[in-house]
């Protein structure tokens, strides 16, 4: 049975320009609708997970990138505000977590903590290291038949 739902979102909705920001926002709103619809089938509990990538951004006091990384943590915010407001609005428990790190540590180190029971990892992810490596560690956290999308 589902109980927990990691629904890892990260800031791809927002970057880019035009019809590519438009394609990662509305991937970013299947993944947290289907994460919700999972929810209201099973009763689980969705657990939010927003990363600002210190990897990409650095650490706010140890970089000129303070803004960047502020910006990232407040677009998060804003997006766990989001799904939080959503599920209330279908009776789903929503929990949210926003935090400085590497996604494919805090994922994998999040879905554990939690036990989670599936993984849904929301925005649309070019080809490349940063996508191979977010699959790689939903195959390791997600349990066989559990779901993964966006």
Do not use: K, Q, W
């Not at 791809?12 to 920001?21: F, K, L, P, R, V």
């Not at 804003?78 to 994922?107: F, K, Q, Y």
Request: with cysteine; glycine share 10%; charged share 30%.
């Amino acid at each position: 049975m589902t109980e927990r739902i990691l629904l890892s979102l990260d800031g791809s909705a927002t970057e880019g320009d035009g019809a590519e920001t438009t394609d990662r926002a509305e991937a970013t709103d299947r993944a947290i609708n289907h994460a919700l619809a999972s929810a209201e089938r099973t009763g689980a509990t969705v657990h939010a997970l927003y990363v600002v990538d210190t990897g990409r951004y650095g650490e706010p006091a140890l970089s000129s990138a303070e803004i960047f990384v502020d910006d990232a943590e407040d677009a998060g915010h804003e997006l766990l505000a989001a799904v939080d407001r959503r599920g209330r609005e279908r009776d789903i428990v929503v929990r949210t977590r926003c935090c400085h790190g590497r996604p494919n540590e805090e994922l994998p180190a999040y879905a554990a903590e939690i036990d989670a029971d599936a993984v849904v990892l929301a925005g649309r992810r070019r080809p490349g290291r940063v996508r191979r490596e977010l699959e790689r560690v939903a195959d390791t956290v997600v349990a066989p038949g559990a779901l993964v999308g966006g």
